[in-house]
């Protein structure tokens, strides 16, 4: 008789413990795309590949080109890791979309800085991740471009423009060989 009374407060706790995957996914450390773990992994990989990459800088139109092995790539790509969208205080601030060769995450909030996180796929895996970022106030307003295409090339533009200066354009580009 005890053992029949158990029997369905055993089967009440076996199911409760199963998670559909839906649930799995919701209670997931992160609700976005995870793009400081990415750029993390990638900083660790390239650093024990340590590729040579031929770097353009430019400001207002000035290039300077030459080929370089990167010594910090945690430095080199900062500004594609610090473009974290899983802040606790921007969670269900993007729009998200999703396709077997997409994600797209988008926000128009203005407390948002990361306007577009666009990450194509290709076979389930990630080649190319696309970021922009906005910021503006009352004194300074500047739009950020940034391209990470996995062992083919990394793209930094950045448009300042601060109240009674002139407008800033910057570029960083590196190309791995």
Request: proline share 2%; hydrophobic share 40%.
């Amino acid at each position: 008789m005890r053992n029949n009374a158990l029997f369905p407060l055993t089967l009440l706790f076996f199911i409760c413990s199963c998670k559909s995957p839906a649930d799995k996914e919701r209670f997931s450390k992160f609700q976005y795309f995870d793009i400081k773990g990415y750029f993390e992994a990638e900083i660790s990989r390239l650093s024990k590949l340590n590729p040579s990459i031929r770097k353009t800088v430019a400001v207002n139109g000035i290039f300077e080109t030459k080929t370089i092995k990167i010594k910090d790539w945690k430095h080199e790509l900062s500004a594609f890791s610090d473009a974290d969208i899983n802040r606790a205080s921007w969670k269900g601030l993007f729009l998200v979309s999703k396709t077997d060769t997409v994600e797209t995450y988008l926000s128009e909030n203005d407390k948002v800085a990361v306007r577009e996180v666009r990450a194509n796929l290709r076979k389930g895996q990630i080649y190319k991740i696309s970021i922009i970022i906005q910021n503006k106030n009352v004194l300074y307003s500047s739009v950020d471009s940034l391209i990470y295409c996995a062992d083919s090339f990394y793209l930094v533009k950045k448009q300042q423009n601060i109240k009674f200066l002139s407008t800033k354009n910057y570029l960083i580009e590196g190309k791995f060989e």
